[in-house]
């Protein structure tokens, strides 16, 4: 079954300093992963997704993550982190076989320090 | 820039009670979504609408929840009756295109449920 592990609930760090939000699929084929962001009170708006082009994909707002199948991992990175930044992510992945049927991983919590 | 709304965006009914929740997708997209969020949980898929009927459904999808499109513009969920475990954000989201890679789901704000 394909499933998302988001390995963090919660990060921290400081405004200007690197941001790395850890994600881990399964998939028993070449998965269509995504990153969602949540804002408080906001919807969830698409930041990136990857469907088997190019490993690094680049996203909205600074935000970029790597498809690495070796590892299965989907890691979400920005090189330096602003305030407006802190939010709930989450890694996702498309079911297999479905109209768009996504599967989501738990979320992790992004704060950022001034 | 094109959206999907959720109406209301916060509604307490007592356990028993009928619920219906609204959205408006984006006007030119095809396939529609139901997700919801129990608090501190993840988000979980329920159903999914084409072609004017329903295409996908979950487990949660039971008896007690029906979706409908009754005007090309609403699409709206209902609970015919709430349980507390039916408290949670219910997220309404709209898609373009067809299956396959790609197709990315737009989502609304969400509504959020308590049942008392």
């Known amino acids: 079954a394909q499933s998302v592990t988001q390995l963090d609930s919660h990060v921290s760090v400081s405004e200007g300093t690197p941001v790395l939000l850890r994600c881990n699929y399964s998939s028993s084929y070449s998965p269509s992963l995504f990153w969602y962001v949540q804002h408080p009170n906001k919807g969830l708006q698409l930041l990136l997704k990857?469907?088997?082009?190019?490993?690094l994909v680049k996203g909205i707002n600074g935000f970029e993550a790597e498809f690495k199948k070796s590892e299965t991992s989907f890691h979400l990175t920005k090189p330096s982190a602003h305030m407006s930044d802190a939010a709930e992510y989450f890694c996702?992945?498309?079911?297999?076989?479905?109209?768009?049927?996504?599967?989501f991983g738990k979320g992790t919590k992004l704060s950022v320090k001034p | 820039e094109p959206e999907v709304t959720q109406t209301p965006s916060h509604q307490v009914t007592q356990m028993g009670q009928e619920v219906i929740l609204r959205c408006v997708p984006i006007?030119?997209?095809?396939?529609f979504y139901w997700y919801r969020q129990i608090l501190g949980q993840k988000v979980e898929f329920l159903v999914s609408f084409y072609n004017n009927e329903i295409s996908e459904k979950s487990e949660i999808f039971d008896d007690q929840f029906s979706v409908e499109r009754p005007d090309g513009s609403n699409f709206t969920l209902k609970i015919r009756s709430t349980k507390l475990e039916d408290s949670a954000m219910y997220f309404c989201?709209?898609?373009?295109?067809?299956?396959?890679?790609?197709?990315?789901?737009?989502f609304g704000e969400g509504s959020r449920l308590t049942v008392l």
């Open positions: 996702v992945v498309r079911q297999e076989g479905s109209q768009g049927n996504l599967i």
């Open positions: 990857y469907t088997s082009a190019a490993t």
């Open positions: 989201a709209s898609r373009k295109t067809s299956g396959g890679a790609g197709g990315e789901l737009f």
């Open positions: 006007s030119n997209h095809l396939y």
